[in-house]
């Protein structure tokens, strides 16, 4: 599929530390002028964003990112940063799931704490992805986290930060960023436990060829309810899907 409809299913991302001004006023131009689904953005932009996108009529939403990129915050201090960002003026938000205490083994509390973020999340009206940092965890952790997220009434689970530590993840066997083989057993997964669960793959994503392979071991249709990309190359993705190239 080369359709140009494909970038709708884009969130076009902006979270390096030293973004400015600027850097989000022309990201903003860009996703309004590729079509892409929403720009994404650290908390510190959302108002500026939301500004931008309804002094400009757009139809893009504005996502921001929650504990971002370490998920190390405690459960309440989560919730907080949730209720700012949307009065800020976020539509969605990408939390990361609490990595400290998937790698603890301490599943309950991974329970109550992705419960917890889901039900202020939607308590706001927003849609919520949880980020599960796949370079950070074993196959059997990824089984759990993937069940954990799929029962706790999340939109979206999420394959990446995108700002991985490599060396750690090479340590474990694992690669950073996304991976069709993680996405496919998010899709296993989701499906035993919550076919309605949405698929974001983000993490080194510049090219169609890779939106192609990620969407289709998704096993999701290219609706942006259902499939997300994450992604700060978009004007490379555009470029590929003009000129036909896949």
Known sequence: MTDLSLMRLIDHT??????????????FNEAVSFGCHSICVNPVYVSLARSLVDDAGAYLKVCSVIDFPFGSMDTESRVQAIVRTAANGADEVDV???ITLVKSS???????????????????GL??????EDAYTTRDEKLKLY?????????FIK????????EYASSIGNMPGAQADNVRLMAEVANRYNPSLGIKAAGGIRT??????????????PDPSRFRIGTSAAASIWRDLSSGRA
């Open 14 to 27: 902006l979270l390096k530390p030293y973004s400015t001004l600027e850097d989000v006023r022309r990201v």
């Open 96 to 98: 990361v799931a609490p």
């Open 106 to 124: 301490r599943w309950a509390e991974v329970a109550r704490d992705l419960r917890r973020v889901v039900r202020a999340a939607h308590g706001e």
């Open 127 to 132: 849609v919520i992805k949880v980020i599960v």
């Open 147 to 155: 069940e954990t997220v799929a029962t706790s009434g999340a939109d």
């Open 159 to 166: 394959t990446s930060t995108g700002f991985e530590d490599r």
């Open 208 to 221: 169609l060829r890779q939106v192609q392979e990620l969407l289709e071991a998704s096993g999701r249709p």
